[in-house]
């Protein structure tokens, strides 16, 4: 028993330790740019719209590695509701989405976004990204449409417009 002692004595140790760090980026984010605001209209105004382009429109930017392809589905609310529940009186609403996946946030490459739903690429350049590098990038939504104001009480009218976006 002494003598494997001192022969697993005799057997030089050597270690080696690692220190690894991941930094782990989430496959996708999606952040509200700007709310949609149809801004302050007047009983009996008629037809308010916010056209693809307007400053008021919606603007959403979804980031996400370069080959991903994503589906989008907005939900939409038919009418803007008072929120005070004893007003009955409601606002129709109309709502369309357009989005650019140039990497660019530029109206003027928007594509319109058929039933509010549909299946995109993340990125459709023609460079090379994984080459540069440059593997995550950009998206924009665009939500835009128009509201009928008829003979309304006054009063603030909200709507929840759902936008889901998930990954391949």
């Known amino acids: 028993m002494s003598f494997i002692w001192v022969t697993l004595s005799l057997i030089p140790a050597n270690s080696q330790f690692i220190n690894l760090r991941l930094k782990i980026e989430p496959e996708l984010n999606v952040t509200v740019e700007q709310s949609l605001d149809f801004g302050n209209v007047v009983s009996n105004s008629g037809y308010r719209e916010v056209q693809l382009g307007d400053v008021r429109m919606g603007v959403f930017s979804i980031r996400a590695y370069y080959t991903q392809n994503i589906q989008i589905n907005i939900s939409v609310p038919q009418e803007l509701s008072n929120i005070n529940p004893a007003v009955a009186e409601r606002i129709p609403l109309q709502l369309e989405a357009s989005y650019n996946n140039s990497?660019?946030?530029?109206?003027?490459?928007?594509?319109?976004?058929?039933?509010?739903?549909?299946?995109?690429?993340?990125?459709?350049?023609?460079?090379?990204?994984?080459?540069?590098?440059?593997?995550?990038?950009?998206?924009?939504?665009?939500?835009?449409?128009g509201i009928d104001v008829g003979n309304i009480p006054n009063g603030i009218y909200t709507a929840e417009v759902v936008v889901s976006v998930t990954y391949e």
């Open 103 to 145: 990497g660019v946030n530029n109206i003027n490459s928007a594509v319109p976004l058929a039933n509010n739903q549909g299946l995109i690429s993340i990125y459709d350049g023609d460079e090379d990204l994984y080459n540069s590098g440059d593997v995550w990038q950009e998206m924009f939504l665009y939500v835009y449409g």
